[in-house]
């Protein structure tokens, strides 16, 4: 009989600890808002003033796009990011056909651009086969000296007539 009765005083305690009223005071501390755009520029001993984002630099925007063109499967890459980047583009492009027991992956060269906050860029393959289903992977980057932000991407599925 105790061990049914501590069980339930125990279940009882639980029971109240989880569905029971939780009052939360929040800190009189005041709240500072640090704009995420603020820039702030430095003068460099050449004479050439640097400029430095406040915040962390990302990737903002990026789209890689297919659809069909007049000779074939029309390819369009578009990487943003909020900062200028050293180098920027896209990598690891690979075109991607459906067979019956995957997909096969027909690798495509990297493109990028060099101090730019933007790379948008387009191919056209050839060589697409009437009927068959397309798919581009490709991986977004923007490197900020030795820091470099990847953003993987897959297009959607597109069937070629």
């Not at 578009?78 to 992956?105: F, H, M, P, R, S």
């Not at 289903?133 to 990847?150: I, Q």
């Amino acid at each position: 009989m105790g061990r049914k009765i501590k069980r339930f005083l125990l279940l009882t305690a639980v029971s109240c600890f989880l569905f029971g009223n939780l009052t939360i005071f929040a800190a009189d501390t005041p709240f500072v808002e640090v704009p995420q755009n603020k820039i702030e520029v430095f003068s460099s001993s050449d004479g050439n003033s640097n400029v430095n984002l406040l915040s962390s630099p990302s990737l903002s925007a990026c789209v890689v796009g297919l659809k069909i063109a007049n000779d074939g499967l029309y390819i369009t890459f578009d990487t943003t990011a909020t900062q200028t980047a050293n180098e920027i583009g896209v990598k690891n492009v690979v075109l991607q056909e459906k067979t019956w027991y995957g997909w096969k992956d027909m690798p495509i060269s990297n493109y990028c651009t060099y101090n730019s906050d933007v790379y948008s860029g387009d191919i056209v393959y050839t060589l697409a086969t009437k009927g068959t289903t397309y798919r581009v992977k490709c991986t977004h980057y923007a490197k900020f000296g030795s820091t470099e932000l990847t953003l993987d991407n897959t297009s959607s599925e597109l069937k070629y007539n």
